[in-house]
């Protein structure tokens, strides 16, 4: 009965705004996915400072992403997450065994600020201006959040979000409508996750090599 309960306040919402909330829809689809692009270009420039080839970070990003886009899962992105790091940027299997499998399971890059993002443009939509005090409180939990909800396409979305919107007073209500169009900002979120997941792995062999470089030079000859 879910798609009737989202058609309800779909018609609720339209009742009230008009055509102004179609508006306010495109909006929160566009704001979302911005943020969530402008994370995931993040990570081109800073693997490109830490001196990793942008051309070949950028090749070993891709197929993920093309798989992330079909799936909407980081999860299910990991075997070309694994395949285009060995093979783009010769990370080691043994980096690669060890860090993308846990990048993917807790680190979400884009889950902090999209989920905050969510909380105050609902606020927004109801006036409402967390003051300071508040707005820390959601953004720790948030970060919290980030890594103790499962990662499972939109699966994570109101558990994620609740706890932020109870802590910063923004009412609920408007979530299930804001769901029904999760699925486009969910594709962005999740190409930038998977993103700044192979990113991680690039700077960890990175430094492992560097580690590894400085250890064989100060061992006697």
């Known amino acids: ?44 420039a800073l693997t490109r400072a830490c001196g990793i080839s942008l051309i070949a970070f950028a090749r070993a990003a891709l197929p993920a992403q093309v798989v ?3 799936t909407q899962s980081s999860l299910a992105s990991l ?54 005090p508040l707005l820390a409180a959601g953004v720790a939990i948030a970060a919290v959040m980030s890594l103790a909800v499962v990662s499972l396409p939109q699966a994570s979305f109101f558990t994620a979000i609740v706890p932020i919107a109870a802590a910063m007073g923004v009412p609920i209500d408007l979530l299930p409508v804001l769901f029904a169009v999760e699925m486009v900002p969910d594709i962005f979120r999740t190409v930038s996750n998977v ?24 061992q006697p000859q």
């Open 1 to 44: 009965i879910a798609p009737l309960g989202v058609f309800a306040l779909a018609t609720v919402l339209g009742s009230r705004t008009g055509i102004g909330g179609a508006g306010a829809i495109a909006h929160y689809v566009l704001l979302i996915s911005a943020i969530c692009v402008l994370l995931g270009a993040s990570m081109y």
């Open 195 to 218: 993103t700044a997941d192979v990113a991680v792995t690039a700077l960890v062999a990175r430094h492992e090599k560097r580690a590894a470089t400085s250890s064989e030079a100060v």
């Open 68 to 70: 992330a886009v079909s």
């Open 79 to 132: 075997p070309a997450m694994i395949e285009g790091a060995q093979r783009q940027l010769s990370v080691s299997s043994r980096v690669t065994g060890v860090v993308l499998p846990l990048a993917v399971s807790v680190f979400r890059i884009t889950s902090p600020a999209a989920n905050l993002a969510v909380v105050l443009f609902v606020g927004a939509l109801y006036g409402i201006q967390p003051g300071l």
